[in-house]
């Protein structure tokens, strides 16, 4: 089982905060750390922006969290069980900051994608294991998209636990920061691979795409789980048939 607590800056969460009478502090530590979460994007925005020869706050003002409409999601952790496997998948945002405690396992990345649609270039897998103080930084679409696919999205999954003797089967507690671009911000890479997008755009699209592949995979476990009981029925059904035919 896995439930976490999102929060954001601006407009999108008035009136939707843990009240102080029920969790005193957490709105000041929240808002601590998100400040500090950001202060870090910013700094990995300037040395992209600059990568990719655009103004050094190019990607800062997209992102800019004083915006009402900022976008940027901190998702805490509120329990996270041993059966915690996380599928195989992108972010779709700028970047990902990824913050966890060292000792749980799960965390596995893939070499990068060729381009936004495609899968992984490979099936080789790396373990990723936190040391006191580590921040993982995941690259999303939006960045692989906006640098003309120069910069690939970070193929990652988190793996249930498979082996006692290596694997940790307790609760897995990580805290992932998600750099969203403001709805209104342009999106464009300097060679102009793809038409310009505003950020509201981006994420409605992006949003879609993940409710297709949800959509498309039920759909096909449940054809999978159909043809399973159809086989099963077809089994029931020849037994006495075949016992007859033996007498």
Not at 60 to 73: F, G, L, W
Not at 108 to 125: A, K, Q
Request: glycine share 8%.
């Amino acid at each position: 089982m896995k439930e976490s607590y999102q929060l954001q800056f601006g407009d999108n969460m008035v009136d939707k905060r843990i009240s102080e009478d029920s969790l005193p502090g957490f709105k000041r530590s929240a808002q601590e750390f998100m400040g500090k979460a950001q202060s870090v994007s910013e700094k990995l925005m300037l040395c992209f922006a600059r990568g990719l020869g655009f103004p050094d706050d190019h990607f800062i003002r997209a992102h800019d969290v004083s915006h009402p409409v900022a976008q940027s999601v901190l998702t805490a952790p509120v329990q996270d069980s041993y059966y915690r496997a996380g599928g195989t998948h992108a972010d779709w945002d700028l970047l990902t900051l990824l913050f966890q405690r060292p000792g749980p396992s799960g965390l596995e990345i893939c070499p990068g994608r060729e381009v936004v649609t495609s899968f992984d270039m490979g099936d080789t897998w790396t373990k990723i294991d936190f040391a006191p103080g580590d921040i993982v930084c995941n690259i999303g679409d939006l960045l692989m998209s906006w640098s003309d696919d120069r910069f690939k999205s970070t193929f990652h999954r988190v793996k249930a636990p498979t082996d006692p003797e290596t694997d940790y089967y307790g609760p897995r507690y990580s805290i992932a920061f998600f750099n969203q671009p403001c709805t209104d911000c342009a999106i464009q890479g300097p060679l102009k691979k793809y038409p310009m997008v505003t950020g509201e755009e981006f994420t409605r699209k992006a949003m879609e795409r993940n409710f297709a592949a949800l959509k498309a995979k039920k759909e096909q476990l449940a054809a999978a789980s159909a043809v399973v009981r159809a086989t099963s029925t077809d089994g029931l059904q020849a037994g006495p048939v075949a016992v007859e035919a033996t007498a």
